[in-house]
């Protein structure tokens, strides 16, 4: 009778923990992307389907509070990141409502 060893020195679940780490890593971040993606369109491009895209991506931003990074100077590079880029879109949404206010009043 023979038996299998079913412990290993390498175990799979390491490689799907990483996999989902950098995928927290990377995913509030292309939410972002669409962010200010879809804040461009609205200013620039005037597309009615802005918006689209940062609405179905939006709740992965979220991950990036669940990310643990070990070292102090990567958290603060990519907290600094993620500051950035929602004030970019911030800051273009609001352009663009200034913009359609000014429309509106017929004073542009």
Not at 44 to 60: H, R, W
Not at 65 to 70: A, G, L
Request: charged residues 15%.
């Amino acid at each position: 009778m023979s038996t299998v060893d079913i412990e290993t020195d390498h175990d799979d679940d390491d490689d799907n923990d990483s996999f989902f780490y950098y995928l927290m890593l990377i995913m509030p971040l292309l939410a972002l992307g669409a962010y200010i993606y879809d804040a461009y369109s609205f200013l620039v491009i005037n597309s009615t389907t802005a918006g689209i895209l940062s609405s179905m991506l939006f709740i992965f931003y979220f991950l990036h509070y669940s990310v643990t990074i070990k070292s102090k100077l990567a958290t603060t590079v990519y907290q600094v990141l993620i500051w950035l880029m929602v004030t970019t879109g911030d800051v273009l949404f609001l352009i663009y409502l200034h913009c359609l206010d000014m429309q509106n009043d017929g004073s542009l």
